[in-house]
């Protein structure tokens, strides 16, 4: 017959067992997925924020990157995101108008800043000279329908009284990322692309750059939505918070944006 003090030391291994199973499925219960949709000029700073805030909670996080146009039509046609991180504002307004976003989620997380990109260094000095002269074979921006950073630069070009003239030098891309990849892969000299894609930590990461005036297009003011689908979803709200606090506005400004 087993000792009362060998009894006690299994009914005591048991219990701590029973303990921490049930804790370990309380964690599991707790953590949850956002599935997110995020515009393409966002996505270093995203992924960078995404690593932080799985690291500082028990949630995980799955983006999916695109022009805000296409993301836009494919949560209208039934894509699961749980969230939408939008370049601009009308289309996160439009979700909220059409049902499918929740009401008073919505506000402006970054402010983006449009700039003339060579992947080689010395090319760009004065921006606004170097569009007048139209002194390259090709100049890529994004598709203005698709992407508001491509609106803005249209915006810009006009502005400049350039767009009739470098017209025929343009080449399109369906998003701010491949516009990006149109500059860096030189099959086109220069590009207005997302100042994003060409700082990290603060400082430019090569090339040569003209950052365009904030007065020579609309601002790009980019806001995020919970979606209908992201309502009850924990990571969701909990990912929500997070992008407003200081930690994540830090990474963000490090990333060349600027907050309201």
């Known amino acids: 017959m087993p000792s009362i003090r060998r009894l006690c030391l299994t009914a005591s291994i048991v219990a701590a067992c029973i303990l921490a199973t049930g804790l370990a499925a309380a964690g599991a219960a707790s953590a949850a997925e956002a599935q997110i949709a995020v515009a393409a000029n966002f ?94 074979d090709k100049l890529a921006i994004a598709n203005p329908r698709l992407a508001p950073y491509g609106e803005a630069s249209v915006q810009t070009m006009d502005a400049l009284g350039v767009k009739a003239a470098l017209e025929p030098k343009l080449v399109m891309g369906e998003s701010i990322a491949q516009t990006y990849q149109f500059v860096a892969t030189g099959n086109a000299e220069a590009g207005l ?55 994540a506005r830090a990474v963000i400004r490090d990333f060349g944006y600027r907050m309201d």
């Open 43 to 136: 996505a270093a700073p995203m992924k960078a924020l995404i690593r932080r805030f799985e690291a500082d909670t028990d949630h995980s996080v799955r983006a999916s990157f695109g022009s805000t146009g296409k993301l836009y039509a494919q949560i209208k046609n039934g894509a699961p995101f749980g969230v939408l991180l939008a370049a601009d504002q009308e289309r996160p307004a439009l979700l909220e108008q059409e049902g499918l976003g929740v009401p008073g989620t919505r506000f402006t997380y970054a402010v983006g800043t449009l700039v003339l990109w060579s992947a080689e260094p010395g090319v760009i000095g004065d921006g606004a000279a170097l569009l007048r002269a139209g002194d390259f």
């Open 193 to 247: 692309v997302a100042l994003s894609q060409v700082m990290r930590d603060g400082e430019s990461a090569r090339g040569s750059g003209w950052i365009v005036p904030g007065d020579l297009h609309e601002p790009i003011r980019q806001d995020a939505l919970i979606l209908d689908r992201g309502r009850d979803n924990a990571a969701v709200n909990a990912l929500f918070e997070y992008l407003k606090g200081e930690k």
